[in-house]
């Protein structure tokens, strides 16, 4: 899979789960946070040790891309883990 494929779905599924929570269609994952309207979604990329090659790539480009596209995010790097902030509207 290429890396515009990876951060298609990303995209892709990131808006349908805000559409989702602004429908009411889910509940906020995280509602001890004031206000109730939180969610957290978790994306693992990996640290890239079976990576073509042995260079780790979706850790570094989700970072870029969810920095790029605004999105509020938390991010362990060395494993390739981030937590995007997502809000109920």
């Known amino acids: 899979m290429t890396q515009d494929k990876v951060l298609t779905i990303l995209e892709d599924r990131?808006?349908?789960l805000q559409i989702a929570l602004d429908h009411g269609q889910i509940e906020p994952n995280f509602p001890q946070k004031e206000g109730g309207?939180?969610?957290?979604?978790?994306?693992?990329?990996?640290?890239?040790?079976?990576?073509?090659?042995?260079f780790a790539?979706?850790?570094l480009i989700?970072?870029?891309w969810l920095?790029?596209?605004k999105y509020d995010f938390?991010?362990?790097?060395?494993?390739?883990?981030?937590?995007?902030?997502l809000v109920k509207n």
């Open 62 to 64: 989700i970072p870029v």
């Open 14 to 16: 990131l808006i349908s």
């Open 74 to 85: 938390v991010g362990n790097h060395d494993q390739g883990q981030f937590l995007v902030h």
């Open 57 to 59: 790539k979706l850790k």
């Open 67 to 69: 920095t790029d596209a």
């Open 37 to 54: 309207r939180d969610h957290v979604y978790q994306v693992i990329a990996g640290a890239g040790k079976h990576s073509k090659d042995g």
